[in-house]
């Protein structure tokens, strides 16, 4: 049987190469089409004695001495003097799930998806299998979510360039795309939770997440266009503002400016510890919202800080704010464990872009299995102390945890 697979590989490999395609086969890729599905059913001695007799050298017997490594039991079998012994917590599937400590579910996930106001979708090349929707696509995708239990979504908008300012004002027209979309989804899925991005990069012409001034951020004049924002947004119908642009005070301005409309079962779900990371680039593709100039670094986080996070937990919850996020995900799993412990809010985790292009670059070159890596990746963000998951492969893993039995 391994003698056949390794046939057809190296077939494979030969007719690839034949037709110009660089190969794409990895260890990983062999064994996993030779290995076997319950391993050896050979009985074994457990006694092992004499099994080095025919080797034609000496080799170290462990049992053997004053001091042995390793005993005999009753029956004469090798024995480890170890009463403790984890492994029989996980020696089943049914075992091991009875004795878990984490379960991910669709309910966890929040879906991002990105919209623009086209006649038809446009796939981002460097997030393979993510689109920017048309409205009308965004239902669809929306309809097929929900089949698999996913009931949250987050809109992230494509914003024409001749609509940009640099003072983003297009963020506040009760017309703009986000909050005709808020509507659509509403009317026709009332029981989602809509979640928005608030932050003025899309709308900007300078690519950042403030207004501008002679380089600088400006942030109260941000804070003041933010506050426009969500209350366009959630007389749009959304029930959670996610502000991400990480200016000082703008949870509890926000939180204020939707109070005091009347909007007081609005969320807020903080971008609280958001780093100026550099695996944000396949999102910015997505939207087309590089910075025009410079970086971000003056208002989203050192990646060296940890501890920076907790001031800005302490501050996000004192203003108001109703659940905190760490973004990036799996290179910060530190930092949601720090929040978890030091807060009583749910902990969001954002898995980004560049998490999600890497897993699909390994994918593509078959050295990764999809599935499992996914599902494990999600699974350490929950372990980590991550309530709420926003993924990109939020409908994908739905269906793969629906189809598993989850």
């Not at 005993?71 to 004795?99: D, F, T």
């Not at 001034?213 to 804070?223: P, R």
């Amino acid at each position: 049987m391994r003698f056949s697979n390794g046939i057809l590989l190296i077939s494979h490999i030969l007719l690839d190469t034949a037709c110009g395609f660089t190969p794409r086969v990895s260890p990983y890729m062999y064994r996993r089409s030779t290995q076997m599905a319950e391993g050896n059913s050979e009985p074994i001695d457990r006694t092992l004695v004499g099994i080095d007799d025919q080797l034609g050298y000496e080799a170290f017997d462990p049992t053997a001495g004053d001091s042995p490594a390793v005993s005999r039991n009753n029956k004469g079998e090798v024995w480890i003097k170890q009463r403790a012994r984890p492994r029989r917590n996980r020696k089943s599937v049914a075992m091991r799930n009875m004795v878990r400590e984490n379960i991910i579910t669709p309910a966890n996930f929040i879906y991002p998806l990105f919209i623009h106001d086209g006649d038809t979708n446009f796939a981002i090349e460097s997030m393979p299998g993510c689109e920017r929707h048309t409205l009308t696509s965004m239902l669809s995708e929306i309809r097929e979510s929900w089949s698999y239990g996913v009931r949250t979504f987050i809109l992230f908008p494509k914003i024409p360039d001749e609509l940009k300012t640099n003072l983003a004002s297009e963020c506040y027209n009760p017309e703009g795309i986000i909050p005709r979309a808020l509507r659509m989804i509403k009317e026709e899925f009332p029981d989602s939770i809509l979640c928005t991005d608030v932050a003025l990069d899309p709308y900007s012409d300078q690519g950042h997440d403030g207004a501008v001034e002679d380089g600088k951020i400006l942030n109260d004049v941000t804070i003041t266009q933010l506050c426009k924002q969500v209350v366009c947004q959630a007389r749009a119908g959304a029930d959670v503002v996610a502000p991400s642009d990480m200016m000082d005070g703008r949870v509890g301005a926000i939180r204020d400016a939707l109070d005091s409309e009347g909007f007081t079962d609005v969320s807020i779900l903080a971008y609280t510890a958001k780093y100026a990371s550099a695996y944000y680039g396949p999102f910015r593709d997505a939207l087309d919202s590089h910075p025009g100039f410079g970086d971000k670094k003056t208002y989203q986080q050192n990646p060296a800080n940890g501890a920076e996070a907790l001031i800005e937990a302490k501050l996000d919850e004192a203003e108001g704010a109703d659940m905190l996020m760490v973004k990036p995900g799996m290179p910060y799993l530190d930092v949601i464990r720090r929040l978890k412990d030091n807060s009583n809010l749910p902990i969001a985790a954002y898995h980004v872009s560049g998490e999600y292009a890497m897993i699909k670059a390994a994918v593509e070159r078959g050295w990764l299995d999809e599935k499992d890596v996914v599902l494990e990746s999600l699974m350490c963000f929950k372990r980590a102390g991550a309530d709420i998951i926003l993924t990109y492969y939020a409908k994908q893993a739905a269906k793969w945890l629906t189809e598993d039995g989850l």
